[in-house]
């Protein structure tokens, strides 16, 4: 099973500032097969980013994504106050087809 | 526009069972895989099990393997989740979750609204 290591637990920014999140891996996953998703209290998790940095559809283009084998990154590039939220990242290249434990995005 | 529709969710005792239906519209229902995603009040994300396009290949997390079974009815547009020998451990949220191929290597791409399961005595 890989195992996906979120970081930080928690970030703490202002409007306007580059975000950073990492999504570590415990083996390699195949051919870039990893997703990050958005979630905002009391709703769905939606779709950012899959194949490590293809954006998906009416994704604002301040987020991207990089990254191979076991190191991966979601970039905002400038934070938005809509920005704050719980990310995760999944790998699916493997089952099983796990997520990371969530890196919370605050605003300050 | 794809629209997933969770229902079954209800409260159960530990040892019992529980079949949720996520009923599927706005896309070729039999051309994707279909997952199940959980998610324990105020915790993360966890993939619980996925299912092809045909049905033919089935995938499950540990946790769940030999309790769960997912199955689907592509002339209905519908997926299940058969739970037995539920554990308080299985109390969440569960969403059914549109992957982006039929199968192998599917992203989630689209999401369902979630049904609460919750077991205790």
């Known amino acids: 099973e890989i195992v996906l290591t979120q970081s930080p637990g928690t970030l703490s920014m202002s409007p306007g500032e580059a975000v950073t999140l990492s999504c570590g891996a415990s083996q390699s996953v195949a051919s870039g097969f990893l997703a990050w998703y958005q979630q905002k209290p009391g709703q769905a998790p939606r779709l950012l980013i899959y194949g490590a940095s293809s954006r998906a559809t009416g994704i604002p283009d301040r987020f991207s994504g990089s990254g191979s084998g076991t190191d991966f990154t979601l970039t905002i590039s400038t934070l938005e106050p809509e920005d704050s939220a719980v990310y995760y990242c999944?790998?699916?290249?493997?089952?099983?087809?796990?997520f990371g434990g969530g890196t919370k995005v605050e605003i300050k | 526009e794809v629209q997933l529709l969770e229902s079954g969710g209800d409260l159960v005792q530990p040892g019992g069972s529980l079949r949720l239906s996520c009923a599927a519209s706005?896309?070729?229902?039999?051309?994707?895989?279909i997952n199940w995603v959980r998610q324990a009040p105020g915790k993360g994300l966890q993939w619980v099990s996925s299912i092809s396009g045909s049905g033919a290949t089935t995938y499950y997390a540990d946790s769940v393997r030999g309790r769960f079974t997912i199955s689907r009815d592509n002339s209905r547009n519908t997926l299940y989740l058969q739970m037995n020998s539920l554990r308080a451990e299985d109390t969440a949220f569960y969403y059914c979750?549109?992957?982006?191929?039929?199968?192998?290597?599917?992203?989630?791409?689209?999401w369902g609204q979630g049904t609460l399961v919750t077991v205790s005595s």
């Open positions: 999944q790998q699916y290249g493997s089952s099983p087809f796990t």
């Open positions: 979750a549109k992957g982006s191929r039929g199968y192998s290597n599917f992203y989630i791409d689209s």
């Open positions: 706005g896309f070729s229902f039999g051309g994707y895989a």
